[in-house]
Structures are given as C-alpha cells and as structure tokens.
C-alpha cells in the first residue's frame, strides 16, 4: 500500500516539475519573436487491480506540445510575404518619383528655356548673342536628359545589388533550414515520443524570415521533415537537401539579370513573375516600371532632336549654308546598333541595326524578333502580338524590313541561323548619348530656304506647300519657279512647271485634293517637294492660278526658326497625341500615382498582416497572466505531490517499526 502510494506521489511530483519547468520556459520566452507556447500534456497512469477494485497509479507526461495553429501560420504567412513585396515595391517606386519628381522638374524647366531662346530667335534671327545662348540653353537641356538617364542607371545598378543580397539571404536561409529538418529527423526517432518544439520554432522562424523574400509554402512529412518550396512551386528545401539561389546576368543584356535555382548537378531559372515577395517587387519594378519610364525619358529625348535636326536640314544659317545637326543625330551608328541585343546562344552570326523612320510611332515597348529559317517574326513583349517583317530570302534584306512602329530591321552583315533571336529596343541610350554638335550660334538654320507666294490674282483657296526639303541650298539655286495651275477643260486639273530660266513644262495631271511632287521634275534630282492642295478654280489659259517659288534666304528671316519653335507644343510623339512637355508630364505624373498606389497597398497589407499576426498571438502567444496563474497552480500541485511522498515515507517507516 505504501509503495503504491509512493510512486502516485513520485508521479504526481515528477508532473508538477515538468509543468512548472513548462511554464518557466514559456514566461522566459514572452519576448521570443516567433515562439510558440508550450504546454504539458498529462495523462493518467494504468491503474492496477487490488482485488474486485482498480486502484489509480498516478499520472504521468505524455508529450511536451506546442500551441500551433497551422492554417493561421499559414495565412500570417501569405500575409507577411505581401506585405514584404507591397513594401519593397512601396520603397523603390517612391525613389522613381523622388527622382522623376526633381530631375523631371528641372528637365521641364530647361525645356522651357531653350524653346523660350528658340522664340528669341524666331523675333530677332540676326542677333548672334540669341543665338548663343539658345546653344547654351540646348547643353543645358541635353546634359539634363544626361543627368536624369544617369540617375536611371544608379537606381538600376541599386536594385541589382539588392537582388543579389536578398538571393544571397535565401540561400542562407536554404542551408539552415535543412540543418533543422535533419536535426528534427534525427530528435524524431521511432525511440522518441515527443517533438523537438524549440527546433520547430526556428524553423518557422526561418520560413517567416524567408517570407519576407519570396512566395513561400511548405509541406511537412510524418517524420516532421519540411520541404520548402518558393514562387510558383519550386522547391528550395528538399528534406535534407538545400538547394540554392544565384544571379545570373542578363542575356541579352547583362543589367537584366535573372534568377536561378542551383541544385547538385543542374541550374533551372526561375519564372520571375511568380516569385512574390520582396525579390519579386524589385525584379518587376527594374523590369516594368523603371524601364518604362526610362523608355519615355528617351522617347523625349529622341523626339527633341530628331524634329529639331530636320528642321535644321530644312533651313540655312547665317553663313548661307544648310543647317547641320543640333543634337546627336538619332540614327548615327552607336544608336541604330545599340536598340539591337543579340541572344548569346544564337548559331547565326547576323549584325543589324534599328533605324528610326518615324518618330510619332516609335513605341516604349521592347520586341523580341525570332528568325524561324525563313521569316523574321516580331514579337511584342508587352502584349504578345506577333508580325511577320519581310519574307527573307534566305536572311539577307533588301530592302531593310520596315515595320508599323516608326522604325525599321536592318541587317549590316553576316546572316541568321534558325532560332536566332535579337531584342529591340526603339528608344535605347537616346538620352544618355544626347549632345549638342555645334558650337557657333550662327549655325542655327533659321531662315527658310526659299517660301511660296499666291499671285495677288488667284481667287480659290487653293494652296501649295513646302512638304520635304531635301538641299536647300540647291533650292535656292534653283529658285525664282513658278507653278501654274489649271482647270482646262472645268472639273478636270493640270499643272505646269516654269523653271528660273523661263521653260515652261508640259502639263500635267493634278488630282484633287491633293498631290505631292517633286521639283524640280524628273530627270533632275528633286531638292524639294511640294504640295498641291484643294481645287485651284484658274481656268486655262487666261486665269491660271499661280505661285512662285522664289529665294527666301536673309539675316532677318525667321521662318524656319518659328517652325522649329511650333515644336513644342505639336504632337510629335505617341501617335502625334503628346508633346514633348505633356509627354514627360504625363510620365512624371504617371510614376507618382504609381508611387501613390503603392503606398495604399502598403497600408492595406500592413493591416492585413497585422489580423493575422494577432489570430497567430491569440492561439500561440505567451499571456502573461494565465502563466502567472499556472505557475501557482503547479507549485501547489508540487507541493501536494511531496505531501503524498512523505505520507508514504511515514506509513513505510510505520511498517518496518512493526517487522521489528
């Protein structure tokens, strides 16, 4: 009786001290980021037969658990990885707009500024001091558009760097949370009952940490072993075995870099839209958004000197020469081949160019072109849209392949091979190589070469205009002409050509409303075209309509100085929709609600983030109070336990009295 009573105790103390060691570990940990509460789970000991009555044996510890709720991890989880990637993305859109916000203010201003030195001219064309300043002002400009695709770069170069830490970070986390599943493996074996709870907390500590990274789940075996698996499914954890992240550089450019999965024997990349968290937000903010606007800054910028270039090409300066390039010439040969990046696996060993044909079409968007052996198809990487350029011929063009988005494919040498793909980018480094080419103010073209006259005579609205000036010095060369036309018999339209010698040409056809031609006529070489337009009512031969064409060239004439200043407020981008000022409005604008939104989001996911982390406390957190309450509880327990103990002490010391 004695010794039952012994061991009831015995038992009844050993529980006590192990709730009591329970409850000690969790008060210890209150402050434990990502602990879980422990709690004892007792139960009763077999009682014993005695006679026709089961007398009880005590209790005894069946597991040590801990208080976890797997669905609510889960979705703390899932809340924490949004949340990381709202912030990251939160974090780098605000360094765009603080960008955009300051470098594209002062970009607008220098803007400003060298239309309001071009409108100077256009009022006083013969003032030289004007005109250089209107240099100044255009440096100032381009070394703006400079500076800003400058800041692009850092901020790309930054972005890269993190990339590489947080990569370098998983692969970390990769390596210890295996080391955890095989120390669970091994605490778990078939001789252990219980479960290695404080272990099992780090590693969710870990996954928690791997969280705010990437996309996480998991799945866990019966042995308690982990598997861990990133983005949309791919495993980073296998058991025991970790694999690893690593950055690749980008083909074909290298600042684009990649991500891949490293395991023993092979390396997969890895489908960065899926890869969530805050590596996600930084490889979809470099890929979407900085591109993006970098891709507008340079459309800007492209725009600028190329309208400005060919009205320079039109007109003549004050040296009675045509006007050369303002600005870096938007088709020299770095540019054209710099829009083009071939694929570093490609069998071909074709170089070509991309050459702007128009700039009112030129996209923002990047485009793949794939050669499949006997067509080049184009593909547009924002949408999927696919065309077919030119039928090849074997891979050689002629002509080059034009396409409907202002600029054409050329080929400069060697040829393709099945497979072979090139990436286009229309826009690429027009900012960052944008430069003024003169440096003498009198080299501003802002005269016009020659300008047409209406005879005081005609009587209809018709009109002629200069549409394309292809040698403006030959122009002038070539002036005084005259163009007669006429209506012979009514409703049916003819032209002449009178050259400055007097010859008269033949007539010829004109269709109303309008009709481009070329002067002087074939077989000379057109220097100039002309434009016929409406329906001239002269009737032949004694009321032609006329117009001369004659030389325009003079120190006061501004003509093509007003053209050029018109420019900025004409839509010369984007399908002829945006200026050049509304065009970076709309960018800087664009990249601040993005900013803004972001923020929202950040907000939300915070909130989000923060229910969910309550549900987790409220089932798996340490309460202060109630361990407070336990603790007095256990100690009781313990103290009655030893009562237990010492009455049995007593009544086997009784016994062994009586034997003697």
Do not use: C
């Not at 080419?437 to 047409?452: H, L, R, V």
């Not at 005084?480 to 010698?501: C, F, H, K, Q, S």
């Not at 603790?631 to 007593?650: E, G, K, M, P, R």
């Amino acid at each position: 009786m004695s010794v039952n009573l012994y061991q009831t105790g015995v038992s009844g103390l050993l529980a006590a001290q192990q709730q009591l060691a329970t409850t000690g570990h969790n008060i210890a940990n209150v402050n434990t980021e990502g602990y879980n509460r422990q709690r004892v789970e007792q139960e009763t000991a077999i009682a014993s037969p005695q006679g026709s009555n089961f007398l009880g044996g005590g209790t005894y510890v069946q597991d040590v658990t801990r208080i976890y709720d797997q669905f609510a991890y889960k979705e703390q989880l899932l809340a924490k990885g949004n949340l990381s990637q709202a912030n990251a993305s939160h974090d780098a859109l605000n360094q765009l707009n603080e960008i955009m916000s300051f470098s594209g203010e002062r970009l607008s201003g220098s803007l400003d500024l060298f239309y309001q030195t071009v409108n100077g001219i256009a009022d006083n064309p013969s003032d030289l001091g004007l005109r250089n300043i209107a240099l100044t002002q255009a440096e100032i400009l381009a070394g703006d558009f400079r500076s800003l695709d400058q800041n692009f770069e850092q901020l790309e170069s930054s972005i890269n760097d993190e990339i590489t830490q947080v990569t370098a970070q998983i692969s970390e986390i990769s390596l210890e949370i295996a080391k955890i599943n095989e120390q669970v493996l091994q605490s778990n074996g078939f001789s252990n009952q219980g479960q290695a709870n404080d272990l099992l907390d780090r590693r969710d500590g870990l996954i928690t940490e791997l969280g705010n990274y990437a996309k996480v789940s998991t799945l866990t075996d019966a042995n308690g072993v982990m598997t861990v698996m990133v983005g949309n499914g791919t495993t980073l954890v296998a058991g025991i075995t970790p694999l690893t992240l690593q950055v690749k550089g980008g083909d074909p450019d290298p600042a684009q870099s990649t991500i891949e999965l490293v395991g023993p024997n092979s390396a997969i990349a890895i489908d960065e839209r899926f890869i969530g968290g805050s590596l996600g937000a930084k490889l979809a903010f470099r890929n979407e958004d900085l591109m993006q606007a970098r891709s507008e800054i340079n459309r800007i910028s492209m725009g600028i000197a190329q309208s400005i270039n060919e009205l320079q090409a039109d007109g003549i300066d004050l040296n009675e020469q045509q006007g050369t390039d303002l600005f870096t010439d938007i088709n020299n040969s770095t540019l054209t081949s710099g829009r083009v990046f071939n694929l570093s696996d490609n069998a071909g060993n074709l170089s070509a160019d991309v050459v702007i044909t128009d700039i009112s079409l030129v996209p923002t968007n990047e485009f793949e072109i794939e050669y499949n052996g006997t067509d080049y198809i184009m593909t547009d990487t924002k949408d999927g849209s696919s065309y077919t350029l030119v039928d090849s011929g074997g891979g050689v063009f002629v002509p080059p392949a034009p396409t409907d988005f202002g600029f054409s494919f050329n080929a400069t040498s060697g040829g393709p091979a099945a497979g072979d793909k090139f990436v286009i980018r229309p826009t690429e480094n027009a900012a960052a190589l944008m430069e003024v080419q003169i440096t003498d103010g009198a080299s501003i073209a802002a005269s016009a070469a020659i300008e047409i006259q209406p005879s005081d005579n005609n009587i209809s609205a018709g009109q002629i205009e200069i549409v394309n000036m292809y040698d403006p010095e030959g122009a002038r060369t070539a002036a005084p002409m005259r163009i007669d036309v006429l209506e012979n018999p009514a409703g049916t339209w003819n032209y002449t050509y009178t050259d400055n010698a007097g010859v008269t040409s033949a007539p010829v056809a004109y269709t109303p409303p309008s009709q481009v031609i070329d002067l002087p006529p074939a077989p000379s070489p057109a220097l100039f075209q002309i434009e016929i337009k409406g329906t001239p009512s002269g009737i032949a031969n004694s009321a032609p309509e006329q117009f001369f064409i004659n030389d325009a060239f003079g120190s006061g004439n501004s003509s093509n100085a007003v053209k050029m200043a018109r420019t900025q407020e004409q839509g010369l981008i984007n399908n002829g929709r945006e200026s050049f000022t509304e065009s970076l409005g709309i960018t800087t604008s664009s990249v601040g609600s993005k900013a803004k939104s972001a923020e929202l989001i950040a907000e939300t996911s915070e909130a989000l983030h923060t229910q969910a982390y309550n549900r987790v406390q409220a089932t798996s957190g340490v309460n202060l109070d109630e361990e407070a309450a336990n603790l007095l509880q256990f100690q009781q327990a313990y103290q009655a336990a030893s009562q237990i103990v010492s009455s049995a002490n007593t009544i086997f010391d009784a016994l062994l009295a009586i034997v003697r």
